[in-house]
């Protein structure tokens, strides 16, 4: 089944999604998806969110069905059904070139990983983190050494792996990001991340710091829902409603002292 987008804005931007999560090496605008990962269990998933890059609307709030993945529902039995030990990310890459800002990821967070934290990763590091995870997103997409997945045959597919296999994530990735990176892309399931976009700021070789670009929104997740959502801005109206309130309370208070 695939993944039902509810925000139908954010669904007509997607377009169409490959077979497999699209790691931006020939498009340069890689997809999005989303790893749950259970230590304690020993299960990590893996669900295509079928959205590129640069049609993420990171002013709109969304979500997404998880029970649309066809492995959630096993991954979920797996790690005991009930994320109380699971950690997530949500994550795309794509890499053209070896020029300034060719590495890009849009990366999510725990609250408390600052700007500063991610900007202190050196670009050649940070290049580095982005190969070995397309070497990953290659051996995912063919579903090599998974216990259960659709990747290669459904478009937004997914895919659950055991650890010691050449899929689990934090055998695979995370351990090596975490000696790349300044920072975890984990946040913990009970939990909102944080949103952003990294890139290279210098070549892929270089040590110059990378850049980060926080998004509006920041995502959680449920044993049904990811969820992406953008805090409410008051219109132009309402903060003219506020301000006359405030001024009709500091007019009161103003005869009141008067009077006394």
């Known amino acids: 089944m695939k993944l039902k987008l509810i925000a139908l804005a954010a669904m007509l931007a997607a377009g169409s999604a490959n077979a497999a ?21 020993g299960y990590s998933f893996v669900g295509d969110l079928g959205i590129a890059m640069d049609s993420f609307n990171g002013a709109v709030s969304q979500s997404f069905n998880l029970n649309g993945f066809s492995q959630w529902g096993s991954f979920m039995t797996a790690i005991g059904g009930n994320l109380n030990n699971a950690v997530f990310a949500v994550l795309a890459q794509d890499s053209l070139g070896s020029t300034a800002g ?8 725990s609250s408390a990983v600052s700007e500063a934290d991610m900007e202190a990763t050196k670009s050649n590091n940070f290049a580095s983190a982005a190969t070995q995870m397309n070497t990953w997103l290659d051996s995912l997409n063919n579903n090599t050494n998974v216990v259960g997945g659709d990747m290669n045959t459904v478009a937004n597919g997914s895919a659950y792996s055991v650890v010691g296999s050449g899929t689990y994530f934090d055998d695979e990735i995370q351990g090596y990001i975490k000696n790349k990176l300044t920072y975890s892309v984990y946040t913990d399931a009970n939990e909102a991340a944080k ?26 997740v449920d044993g049904t829902t990811l969820a992406y959502t953008v ?11 506020m301000l006359a309130g405030l001024g009709l309370v500091g007019f009161m208070v103003s005869r009141r002292r008067n009077a006394a």
Do not use: C, H, W
Request: charged content about 10%; glycine content about 10%.
């Open 21 to 41: 999560i699209d790691n931006g090496k020939l498009s340069g605008n890689g997809e999005m998806f989303l790893v749950v990962n259970d230590a304690v269990a």
């Open 102 to 109: 060719a590495d890009r990821m849009l990366v999510s967070t």
């Open 195 to 220: 949103f952003g976009m990294q890139v290279t700021g210098g070549t892929q070789s270089s040590l110059a710091a990378t850049i980060y670009t926080p998004y509006a929104g920041s995502f959680t």
């Open 231 to 241: 805090a409410a801005v008051p219109e132009a109206e309402t903060y003219a409603m």
